[in-house]
């Protein structure tokens, strides 16, 4: 105990007996204020580890916000243009959006008629998908308001009129249906913004398709975070060995990844309220060097 009190260096002492009822044990070792004192020396190590790595988190520590942006980016312009306040956006108006922050999104067409799925389907590219359009389509899917791997003028015609009757059949509003490329190959990851009652905007990125409500892999941050920290978030998902290629696949395009997440970052802190929710379900994240689209 003399010695702890004359340095300022961090003293631990490990007390082996089993009774603790000893007079040194309970007045000298539990009285000083400058000893930490441990029954086991697993204990200790482990407390001297947590000691330690505290001291080196605080050192090297820089509060994010010291890196936020001050003041709006042109995008932020672009994007005050598309947003309808207390409105949902349409997936085509949605991609617009992303578009304005720089993120890449499949080629494709907003289309009115049969005959303008057709001509749009040859500059998009066979095989095409097609999709119902309107802002308040949510789930396409359930509803048969979705066609893959469209390789044909036929095959387009007939799909824009059955994706109409069903639409209409639902009492579904559309602006539209869309001719969209097919990006049959690469890992569907998903990136989002939410918002939360204490902390504000959220930025989660996660495993996606289908795999969003069945495995439920997702890494949470609040915005303002640098790349390290959008790439913590990749590192703490279960299902990462994805990402890095399993069973023979090339590994993927991270670094695509990681800057998709900071720009909808930005797009959160720029945006606010007017923000309340974004889902981006597929990002499909192609090979190395690819980009995520």
């Known amino acids: 105990a003399d010695a702890a009190e004359a340095t300022d260096k961090l003293v631990c002492v490990v007390w082996g007996s089993p009774v603790g009822t000893e007079d040194a044990y309970r007045t000298t070792l539990l009285g000083s ?17 947590a000691y330690l790595d505290h001291h080196r988190f605080t050192d090297r520590y820089r509060s994010p916000f010291e890196d936020a942006p001050r003041t709006p980016s042109p995008s932020f312009r672009k994007a005050q243009g598309l947003l309808r306040p207390g409105q949902r956006l349409s997936e085509h108006a949605a991609k617009q959006l992303l578009r304005a922050y720089g993120i890449r999104v499949p080629r494709e067409q907003l289309v009115t008629s049969a005959a303008g799925a057709v001509r749009a389907a040859g500059p998009v590219g066979y095989p095409v998908v097609m999709k119902a359009s309107g802002p308040r389509l949510a789930h396409k899917t359930e509803l048969g308001l979705v066609k893959v791997g469209l390789t ?17 059949y639902e009492s579904v509003d559309l602006d539209g249906i869309l001719v969209c490329q097919m990006i049959d190959r690469g890992v569907e990851m998903m990136v989002g913004v939410t918002h939360d009652a204490l902390f504000g905007p959220t930025v989660t990125v996660g495993l996606g398709g289908v795999l969003v409500e069945v495995l439920h892999d997702a890494a949470v941050r609040v915005p303002p975070f640098g790349e390290r920290d959008a790439r913590n978030m990749l590192g703490e998902l279960r299902g990462r060995a994805l990402l890095e290629g399993v069973r023979g696949g090339a590994p993927v395009d991270v670094d695509a990844l990681v800057e998709v997440v900071l720009r909808v970052q930005r797009m959160a802190l720029e945006l606010g309220d007017d923000l309340t929710e974004l889902d981006i379900n597929p990002l499909v994240v192609l090979g190395r060097g690819q980009g995520a689209v």
Do not use: G, M, P, W
Not at 33 to 49: D, E, G, H, M
Not at 152 to 158: F, G, H, L, N, P
């Open 33 to 49: 204020s400058r000893l930490a004192t441990f029954r086991t020396a697993r204990n200790c190590v482990t407390a001297v580890k």
């Open 152 to 168: 044909s003028a036929s095959q387009v015609r007939d799909a824009y009129r059955e994706l109409t009757d069903i639409a209409r």
